[in-house]
């Protein structure tokens, strides 16, 4: 399966400031997805990055607050901009690996708190 | 995507089989069943999909309905390694053809010593 890594694994912001997160696999994946999970709460899908088009966000996620980068084949990044207490969460990203068997693939995860 | 129903929590005792259902009775024809699992403070984990057919890998077997309307995922030795939160999803798919995932609230499975 791809291997994903994220980066940073954690961190601890003030809240207004803004925190962008890595997001690197191994192979070339057309589609990548980032997910937001809070504390005690199941993954809720923020937007899908597609390599040389604008992201995809879903209902109650906006660019201004979640700006996407994707600009090639294997990386992505995710910020978080003005954060603030309601932010902190865990920020996953994920690959689509359904088409050779191994299922959708998910990085370790990028636990965020605002204070 | 076809909407999914599991109890919140189940208990099991390690070695012993961990039959976790789903229900799933508006799933179309063409929509697939996907089991996740979270272990705290991890990414989920893909265990296993299928369409009609019983299916079996080396983590777990999953058994769907004639009717498509429901199904089990079986761990057939749960260790305490397989506590965790499993999530049931449908979604259609096409090999090749990436597409979103859809998470519900899923199963917190407990195992005991």
């Known amino acids: 399966s791809a291997v994903i890594s994220q980066k940073p694994s954690r961190d601890i912001c003030q809240r207004g400031t803004s925190l962008t997160i890595q997001c690197q696999v191994d192979?070339?994946?057309?589609?990548m997805f980032w997910y937001r999970q809070q504390p005690g709460q199941s993954l809720t899908l923020i937007a899908t990055?597609?390599?040389?088009?604008?992201?995809?966000?879903e209902s109650g996620f906006v660019i201004d607050k979640f700006p996407i980068s994707r600009p090639n084949l294997t990386f992505s990044t995710l910020t978080v901009s003005n954060m603030s207490p309601e932010d902190s969460s865990i920020y996953l990203c994920s690959v689509d690996w359904t088409g050779r068997d191994y299922g959708y693939t998910f990085g370790s995860g990028t636990r965020l708190t605002v204070v | 995507d076809a909407k999914t129903t599991q109890p919140t929590s189940m208990d099991c005792a390690e070695g012993r089989a961990a039959n976790l259902p789903c229900n799933h009775s508006?799933?179309?024809?063409?929509?697939?069943v996907y089991w996740y699992r979270q272990i705290h403070s991890q990414g989920p984990q893909y265990i296993i999909h299928g369409l009609k057919n019983n299916e079996t890998n080396e983590m777990a077997s999953l058994i769907i309905t004639e009717d498509r309307k429901s199904s089990t995922l079986i761990l057939p030795h749960a260790t305490l390694r397989d506590t965790a939160v499993y999530y049931c999803i449908v979604r259609a798919t096409e090999a090749g053809t990436a597409s979103k995932l859809t998470f519900g609230t899923g199963t917190r499975l407990q195992v005991t010593l």
């Open positions: 990055a597609n390599q040389g088009s604008e992201a995809t966000y």
């Open positions: 192979s070339q994946v057309t589609m």
């Open positions: 508006t799933i179309s024809g063409n929509e697939y």
